[in-house]
């Protein structure tokens, strides 16, 4: 209720609010009530008023407050000084801080308006008038694609929260992403959902048919302002009459082109380093030699993660990253940059709204220094090693650059040097979107970033959104923390053979993890044990390997992953504080703590447990020490230092994430474990559920098992639990505070989830949807709660494990209880078996016959699996690639050469009904991993006996398991002989694309299944099959990051995200697929074809097509000779090692659109064929190098001269799916 008072006084000073208010007529409008009292919200004068003293001041009407210019209008927004309407009397109670001169530059003419709510007694504080556009009906967000090294689920975070936060105001969102992995595209998030190829040509199709009035871009990281961008060039905004809002293309432009961002930079008198835009490597050459020196950081425009960039140290290497960068900028266009190596890197993110109201919602520190990229770098936040003086420099450098880059309603993230010897300040780069740092400084402070960006760009202004922790404060306050975060990446070189494990301005983390506490100690040795990498905190790994000083020394100066690490062993070694400064650059104050904790580690060497005291532990946990790190120096078990801390009353206490440092009470339950003080969780008695998440993302386990942990979240929540969210993955969406009832944010290890369920005591636990992380600690955690029972809050029995037995997950991992199993069903395997020893390994390949397919057993995304062909090969397997033992066995199967390979998802209720959800027939033959294969949804070639043998297969194995939730189940077929792979009794990473692919909602029913319901009770009692639509998922590879590896696919898993292409026929499906995986599908030109010798006959029928198609077909001696004979017009090229012209050649002067090879696996193929598909990968020539992936994309091409590929929404194929549970996310 607005009431309106005018005034025409001609005087032009005031001493207080007072006085305008009562030079203000009695003109009241509506009048005002007389029973009701009522408060001022705002106040708006307008028209404007010089306020000077007002906008210098920090504290306004009470503490906190602020005031805000827009135009012609001033607003002064007031929280603690309520004023009273009572009977046409306005009053105003305002404190002595306002009691100063107000004077105006012109004539008084002032209108007052009074924003108020009426509720009666006692009456609440209402938010100011809310100004959102009414022209603006529908939106388009456009994610992120799939997950790439770069950019991750981070996006998938933010376009949730944009899908939710935009249907609540109620606009129509249709919603463009490829990626089927993410809560985003559920059905029930946005109003129609596309999933398929992002590109300019098919999203004009969804434009046309969807006319929405508005494009969001700055949801889906680069890859959504490049498309923006190439929108907009290509006329296509302009034809429809689409606003880009969020960030407009002249914003985009300056913050993304390289020399207008310098330009921008120069212009409001911000440093920048010494640099040159080049559009060729002779023009780079031409900058190089003007800034004089190497090392030069190259950094291509228009690209995320730093793709393309990086570091050279010579010119060889300057002209390779020159080119490189180039071609993956989209504009052409790199940066050639003067080193800044050494020097601190901070990053801020930043908000501006409509009325250029900017807040700084956090500031992020590096730990490495400059030369590494941040995705790749330890971070920590707030910032801990800045002056005052230095931090307002980069406050007003943050401020003035986000005003210049013309970012009027959304986020940015800022990046920014200071040179440590003289505190000289340079601006780096800004992102004008919400990026990997926005949703780190999201869960850092408990400020949704995302979610404020998405208001904002509809325009609201910052003190017209509400803070949804406290509830009290609006989001123009910034955020205040009392704790330290601390982010580390995870990376995955391991998986990449050839690849240096060095880093630099190019990411290469896969993933990261994130803890607090209340000292950066604390959350820093938290971090580490998140990790999963077998560390307990930051102490030496077990069985390391100590460095010879020489290498220990270059790891120190050359940033790698395990840099840390090796600082460890350096402090045994003597080296100090400086020593280490010199070596890594690292801030001195980072390592005087490290020291700290190697000192104190030292100490507790020395000690007994039974000689710690209360205050020793409480030292101790207080700096992020774990128990098993305790155990660990002390010699003793684990359980035994739990035990022994918990006799002395030493146990953690649970803060909360108010982002207003206590100073407000908070409304939602976000919270973390210390060592400090009181508790803030206030546990209930009600039914509830705890869910273990799956930790950092890793290539084998990473967005897919958020998304069945949200959906287990939702359901349960739906269902009546509070539900309970355990992860330390800052990117995903599970650990967003309002997906769950609570969250706690911390590391999902046996000692971590056992503290949490002492204080909750949840009546049940879910362990089957975060992969391996939280089924690896199932066991352990099964047998303590067997031991020591813990009453469940809500009075329904002990705290249990959920959904299938950890016994049961065992039977399926140990091979010797898993053969038994099958042989009791009679059910068929390859010949195999287990081996504890290397000799035991060898005696069963021998027994097999080469080719063997050998792997550990407990691992996810085939860890360590590689296909035999011989004794030297096992050998070096043996001795480099794992450790035997009878802890950590090896299987030996026989390999199924040229099998097809099924998935099967299924699930199983208490009373042993089994439903299959989906069967995937993969599209590259077995030896090639499961998460490297694109599969389609229903099968294409399998016979009706084989498709009715796995299903019932699977439903007996289901059954002997007793499994309740899901199952997964892997098949081989081969020569129409089924065989079962293995069984994983838990989600897998297929769970989101069969829910997409047939239209239900399948890991909500896993967890209603787990809380006792029937499948009869939740909706599926048969199986599923899609009849009008084929789905294909396609896998996306990170080669490319990568120098020096071969992107030959294998039996160890290498993708790192996924994309789904649905249509009425396989073909279309498959080229949707393709292309959204970032395949260019020629449309003409020449296929280059090299077969191994067992694939040559059957080469000839796609070679066939191929040339109907009217592609050239170029081809080595013994394929084109082959291909001749069958009558296939085919050019002939000399291998690489017969001379010249050979493939290189032909591909470096551009006439091959299309590579087909296969690798025959001899020692010329090996290095050839490494360096083409190296050679191809570079050039950006699409590269198949499977016999079915070749005959797939053949089918693709053809679908594509049939006509044009059309999208259709998601709920289209499936107009009667309903998800109440996501619905309840909604609200």
Request: aromatic share 6%; net charge negative.
């Amino acid at each position: 209720m607005h009431y309106i008072l005018q005034s025409s006084s001609d005087n032009s000073t005031f001493s207080s609010v007072g006085q305008v208010l009562s030079s203000c007529g009695r003109t009241l409008d509506p009048e005002p009530p007389t029973t009701a009292r009522e408060t001022l919200e705002t106040l708006t004068i307008q028209p404007s008023i010089t306020f000077a003293n007002i906008m210098k001041s920090q504290r306004l009407l009470g503490s906190r407050s602020h005031a805000q210019r827009l135009g012609g209008v001033s607003k002064v927004a007031s929280r603690q000084s309520p004023t009273y309407v009572r009977q046409g009397a306005l009053t105003f109670s305002a404190p002595s801080a306002l009691n100063r001169s107000w004077k105006s530059t012109r004539k008084l003419n002032v209108q007052v308006t009074a924003s108020v709510k009426t509720e009666g007694l006692p009456w609440q504080v209402a938010m100011s008038e809310i100004k959102k556009r009414r022209d603006i009906k529908s939106i388009m967000i456009i994610g992120a694609g799939p997950i790439v090294i770069g950019q991750a689920c981070e996006f998938d975070y933010s376009g949730t929260q944009a899908c939710k936060s935009l249907r609540k105001e109620g606009y129509k969102v249709i919603l463009l992403n490829s990626n089927p992995a993410t809560i985003m595209t559920d059905p029930g998030m946005a109003d129609r959902t596309y999933i398929g190829p992002m590109t300019p040509e098919l999203v004009e199709q969804i434009l046309a048919k969807e006319r929405p009035d508005a494009i969001l871009p700055t949801m889906g990281g680069q890859t959504g302002l490049n498309l923006a961008k190439a929108l907009s060039e290509k006329g296509i905004l302009a034809k429809y009459g689409i606003e880009l809002i969020g960030a407009k293309l002249p914003s985009i432009d300056r913050a993304e082109d390289r020399q207008l961002f310098k330009q921008s930079m120069i212009r409001i008198g911000q440093k920048v380093p010494m640099s040159g835009t080049a559009e060729s490597v002779e023009e780079a050459l031409e900058i190089a030699a003007q800034i004089g020196r190497y090392p030069l950081i190259i950094r291509p425009a228009f690209t995320c993660g730093g793709a393309g960039g990086g570091i050279a140290y010579n010119v060889d290497e300057f002209k390779r990253m020159v080119q490189e960068g180039i071609d993956a900028s989209m504009t052409n266009q790199v940066l050639v940059e003067i080193s800044l190596i050494g020097w601190k890197e901070y990053e801020l993110e930043v908000m501006r709204d409509l009325a250029d109201n900017v807040v700084i919602v956090c500031s992020i520190e590096n730990v490495d220094p400059m030369g590494v990229h941040t995705g790749d770098s330890i971070t920590v936040a707030p910032a801990q090693t800045l002056t005052d003086k230095e931090y307002q420099r980069l406050r007003d450098a943050a401020v003035a650059i986000i005003r210049e880059m013309g970012v009027e309603c959304g986020g940015s993230n800022v990046q920014m040097s200071i040179n440590p010897e003289d505190g000289d300040m340079i601006i780096i780069e800004m992102n004008p979107r919400v990026s990997r740092s926005s949703a780190l400084a999201s869960k850092a402070t408990g400020f949704p970033i995302a979610k404020m960006a998405a208001k904002l760009a509809v325009g609201y202004t910052l003190d017209q959104i509400a803070n949804d922790i406290t509830q009290k404060t609006p989001a123009s306050f910034e955020p205040s923390i009392d704790y330290v975060i601390t982010k580390i990446p995870r990376f995955a070189f391991e998986k990449f053979p050839g690849a240096k494990a060095e880093l630099g301005t190019m990411m290469k983390s896969v993933g990261e993890v994130m803890a607090m506490g209340r000292t950066w100690v604390e959350s820093f040795q938290k971090a580490l044990r998140g990790l999963e990498t077998g560390l307990d905190g930051w102490d030496l790994p077990k069985n390391y390997k100590k460095l010879p000083k020489e290498e220990m020394l270059y790891k120190l100066r050359v940033p790698n992953p395990d840099r840390f690490i090796v600082m460890r062993q350096a402090f045994d070694e003597g080296l100090g504080v400086d020593e280490l400064y010199e070596l890594t650059k690292v801030d001195k104050w980072w390592l005087v703590q490290l020291k700290e904790v190697w000192e104190q580690q030292n100490w507790l060497k020395g000690q007994k447990l039974e000689a710690l005291d209360a205050t020793d532990f409480q030292e101790l946990k207080s700096r992020g020490f774990s128990d098993a790190q305790i155990a660990r120096n002390l010699g003793v078990d684990m359980m035994a230092v739990r035990k022994s801390r918990k006799a002395l009353g030493v146990v953690p206490s649970y803060k909360r994430v108010d982002t207003c440092a206590a100073e407000f009470e908070a409304d939602t339950p976000y919270l973390y474990s210390c060592y400090d003080g009181d508790s803030e969780c206030t546990p209930t008695k009600s039914r509830k559920v705890l869910i273990l998440g799956g930790g950092p993302n890793r290539i084998g386990q990473g967005i897919e098992f958020d998304y069945c942990c949200c959906h287990a979240s939702y359901s349960l929540r739906k269902a009546g639990f509070e539900t309970i969210m355990m992860n330390c993955n800052p990117e995903t969406v599970s650990t967003d505070y309002d997906t769950s009832s609570r969250l706690y944010f911390e590391p999902v290890t046996i000692e971590d989830v056992l503290n949490v369920i002492d204080v909750e005591r949840p009546e049940g636990i879910i362990v089957q949807f975060g992969g391996q992380t939280p089924l690896k600690i199932a066991t352990a955690l099964h047998k303590e709660l067997t031991e020591n029972p813990i009453p469940a809050a809500s009075g329904n029995g002990n705290v249990r494990i959920w959904g299938t037995s950890p016994d049961s997950i065992d039977i399926a991992e140990d091979r010797d209880r898993w053969m038994a199993l099958l042989t009791k069903l009679s059910i068929r395997q390859p010949a195999g078996g287990s081996a504890r020893t290397n000799e035991e390994a060898t005696d069963k390949a021998h027994m097999l016959g080469y080719p063997c397919m050998i792997r550990p057993s407990y691992v996810l995304g085939g860890r360590a699996m590689e296909i035999i062909y011989n004794d030297d090969e096992l050998h070096k397997y043996l001795t480099t690639a794992v450790e035997v033992s009878d802890e950590t066995p090896v299987l030996v199967d026989k390999y199924l050469d040229r099998a097809t390979e099924l998935d099967v998802d299924a699930l199983c209720d208490s009373e042993g009904n089994v439903v299959i959800c989906g069967v995937m027939e993969h599209i590259e033959q077995a030896g090639v991993h499961s998460g490297d294969s694109a599969c389609s949804i229903p099968t294409q070639t399998l016979s009706a006996e084989v498709n009715k043998t796995v299903r019932e297969w699977t439903v007996q194995i289901a059954k002997e398991l007793k499994v309740v939730g899901l199952i997964n189940i892997q098949f081989a077929v081969q020569d129409d002989v089924p065989y079962i792979i293995e069984a994983n009794p838990r989600a897998s990473r297929t769970v989101p694309f069969v829910a997409k692919a047939v239209g239900h909602p399948i890991a909500k029913y896993a967890s209603l299944l787990m809380a006792g319901r029937s499948l009869k009770e939740v909706g599926l009692t048969e199986e599923p099959l899609p009849t009008d639509h084929v789905a294909v998922k396609e896998v996306v590879l990170p080669f490319n990051k990568f120098q020096g590896c071969d992107t030959l696919l294998g039996p160890e898993m290498r993708s790192t995200g996924e994309v789904m292409g649905i249509d009425k026929d396989f073909a279309a499906a498959y080229a949707k697929a393709s292309i959204a995986a970032g395949m260019k599908l020629p449309k003409s030109g020449k296929v280059f074809l090299t077969m191994a010798d067992k694939y040559k006959k059957e080469i000839i029928p796609i070679a066939r097509d191929l040339g109907n198609l009217g592609f050239g077909l170029v081809a080595t001696s013994g394929t084109a000779k082959m291909l001749r004979d069958e009558g296939v017009p085919c050019e002939i090229v000399l291998k690489i090692h017969e001379g010249r012209p050979n493939p290189v050649d032909i591909m470096k002067n551009g006439e091959i659109s299309l590579m087909m090879l296969t690798s025959t696996g001899d020692e010329f193929d090996l290095k050839d064929g490494k360096e083409l598909r190296r050679l191809a990968l570079g050039l950006g020539i699409p590269t198949v190098t499977t016999l079915a992936g070749c005959r797939a994309t053949t089918l693709a091409l053809q679908a594509m001269r049939k006509g044009p590929l059309v999208q259709v929404p998601i709920q289209d194929y499936f107009p009667n799916y309903y998800d109440d549970s996501i619905e309840l996310v909604m609200q």
